[in-house]
């Protein structure tokens, strides 16, 4: 196996764990707490994605790497886009959790319904987010 393959495969066995582990944790928190995590999920993915594109291309164009080098841009994006994604995730956590202190009550089948599906919804938002990961390293 190439190493573009096996970056591939562990890539997704670790979308794996994250869908089972948002999955627990989101059906134990409840749809309100769903909820806002999915609209914090988006917003630190899109400020992400906005912030990390034009920033890298900055630090590549400095950092010149040789024209056999592709990975070197692609890490410097990677790790840009993830750092400024949990930076933002965590400011926006917390001023969520300041603001929002009452927990919405919902009918119990409601409840686990949108627990679920908002669940989904913030898994969808990280493998939306990662794609570009993927057909980087599928590229190669």
Request: charged share 5%; hydrophobic share 60%.
């Amino acid at each position: 196996m190439s190493g573009p393959q096996i970056l591939t495969i562990i890539h997704l066995v670790g979308w794996g764990f994250i869908f089972l582990w948002i999955m627990a944790t989101g059906f134990n928190q409840g749809m309100w707490n769903n909820a806002l995590m999915f609209i914090n999920w988006m917003l630190a993915s899109f400020v992400a994605i906005t912030v990390s594109l034009p920033v890298s291309f900055l630090i590549i164009s400095s950092v010149k790497p040789s024209p056999g080098d592709t990975f070197t841009g692609f890490a410097i994006w990677a790790g840009l886009f993830w750092l400024v994604f949990l930076v933002t995730y965590l400011l926006v956590q917390m001023s969520t959790e300041s603001l929002s202190k009452v927990k919405v009550t919902f009918h119990p089948v409601a409840e686990t319904l949108g627990s679920l599906t908002f669940s989904l919804g913030v898994f969808l938002v990280l493998a939306g987010a990662t794609l570009p990961l993927l057909f980087f390293v599928r590229l190669h």
